[in-house]
């Protein structure tokens, strides 16, 4: 199989390509809670509204960075599926 490629575009040089998406923002699930609204309280062992998000079980983020995590991943996946079948052609 061949090897995995090095030659990865870096987050900055990406979003250099992709001035559009710099100030994107979006929701996401807030990683405290996550999406769930309430969290635990570790005194009382009660729910409670979550302090990160106010108990909308969102947070505004920025979404460049998902968008790059997911276009790596789209590409690695598609390496990956390409290197099998040149792996099975051999």
Known sequence: ???EP????SFDEWLKNNPDI????GEVDCDK???DRE???S???HMRDCPKCGGSG???TRLASKI???CVDRDLALWKEYAEQITKAA
């Open 1 to 3: 199989m061949p090897k």
């Open 6 to 9: 090095k030659g990865l575009i």
């Open 22 to 25: 710099e100030d994107l923002e």
């Open 33 to 35: 809670c996550d999406g």
């Open 39 to 41: 969290i635990e309280c």
């Open 43 to 45: 005194e009382c062992g």
């Open 58 to 60: 969102k947070r505004k």
């Open 68 to 70: 790059y995590k997911e």
